[in-house]
């Protein structure tokens, strides 16, 4: 089995592919101060209530954007499963042109994206990531990386409201049953669900616009079904696309050769 490990600066997404098929996705907190042999007893524990033995996972894909916990999953893939893991960074086969003026500057994630995104659904595409930060990104239709644009997470813009104002409370990220919102926490609410909303709708609509064609617009991360149920602009959520993108360009550079 392939193991795909997608390091994000909140969440760790951990896949285990057996062929084309994401056999089972686990969700992790990220903590950089955890140890190799702290997240391999959670790994295997996981993988013993599949049933499944270290031995079974053969190959494993990394991408991160928390530089402290590469060498930490590196050493859990050599000490715990006997294998080196691919790292998806520079010199790493994609199969995608990045187009922009330093393609170096590109968050390994966004990459990946582009490169899960297009084998999914094709292109011209929009990636839409709604993490810690939310990004933008546009892909051609022949799975060039064409650029996009970063705006802070609507979990960073929550917190930054609670702790920058002096009485704003914290609030829990739902949809309000109204824009006008009655109290302090509802106007908060919708504020935030609302605006993103009106943040997404407008950036889609500018790239749309700059790329001259219809581009399919896909929502992935932790917040795709809240702000997704609010507007047609997102056609599909798939919280999957990273996986598989760390699938693609593990075949890319090593073929398949695992069951």
């Known amino acids: 089995m392939l193991l795909a490990v ?14 084309d098929d994401l056999y089972v996705n686990w969700n992790l907190a990220t903590d950089i101060y955890k140890s190799a042999d702290e997240y391999a007893v959670i790994l295997l524990s996981l993988l013993r209530e599949m049933g499944d033995k270290p031995s079974d996972i053969d190959k494993a894909a990394i991408c991160s954007v928390s530089p402290p916990l590469v060498p930490t999953f590196k050493e859990l893939c050599t000490k715990y499963f006997k294998i080196s893991p691919l790292v998806v960074e520079a010199g790493v086969k994609t199969g995608v042109s990045v187009l922009m003026d330093n393609p170096r500057e590109v968050g390994p994630d966004r990459i990946v994206n582009a490169v899960g995104g297009h084998h999914l659904y094709g292109g011209p595409l929009i990636v839409i990531d709604l993490g ?12 060039d990386y ?5 705006s802070p997470g609507i979990k960073i813009a929550t917190e930054a409201l609670f702790q920058r104002t002096a009485k704003l409370p914290r609030v829990e990220l739902v949809r309000p049953k109204h824009v006008i919102g009655r109290d302090t926490i509802t106007a908060m609410q919708s504020g ?17 616009q700059e790329l001259g064609t219809k581009a399919k617009v896909i929502a992935t991360g932790g917040y795709g079904e809240l702000l997704a149920a609010e507007t047609k602009v997102i056609e599909i959520v798939d919280h999957n696309i990273t996986l598989t993108g760390l699938r693609v360009i593990y075949e890319l550079n090593f073929g398949k050769g695992y069951v």
């Not at 064409?146 to 970063?150: N, P, S, V």
């Open 6 to 19: 997608d390091i994000g600066n909140t969440n760790i997404d951990v896949g285990l592919f057996k062929g």
């Open 132 to 143: 810690t930060a939310t990004t933008f990104d546009v892909v051609s239709e022949k799975g």
């Open 146 to 150: 064409l650029g996009g644009a970063i």
């Open 192 to 208: 935030l669900v609302f605006g993103y909303v009106g943040l997404i709708e407008g950036i889609v609509a500018r790239i749309q």
